[in-house]
């Protein structure tokens, strides 16, 4: 399992993804971010696991850019196995999971249970493999 701080920045869960085991990600720098918002309706991604509109006092938003990229290192400098498309794939299908909770490490290594709101692709050509390589946005609600 990817280790936050080593491998990855963060990780995902989900019984039906990855035969239940965490994958780890790397993120974009300063693209994390959590927020208690005072009003959020949530969407229809979430209406299963978060039925009431809007979002309950207390609950957080996080908001972050996986890096889906060829030739990332960990923190020893050592190569990550995975390719840009095996990032890219993984994290579609965690996307692709409408009205499903799932477990989501943040980078200080807190757990929280969530649901995927939005998913935005975006072409990350610069210094990689022309339409090969992505900066996924993701937001997440907590349930």
Known sequence: MATI??????????????????????IKPDSFRTWLPKVWYTGTNVKTPIPTSPLAAGKRVFE???????????????PVAYSATDYHDMIRAYAARVNEAMTLDDPEGDSYT?????????????????LLEWETRIVAVEQ
């Not at 701080?5 to 790397?26: P, T």
């Not at 990229?69 to 960990?74: A, E, N």
């Not at 969530?114 to 022309?130: K, T």
């Open 5 to 26: 701080g080593v491998d990855c920045n963060i990780r995902l869960s989900s019984f039906n993804v990855n035969l239940g085991e965490a994958f780890g990600f790397f």
């Open 64 to 78: 972050f850019v996986v890096l889906c990229r060829g030739g990332l290192v960990d923190v020893h400098g050592v």
């Open 114 to 130: 969530v649901a995927i709101e939005e998913m935005e692709d975006r072409w990350s050509p610069l210094d990689g493999q022309f």
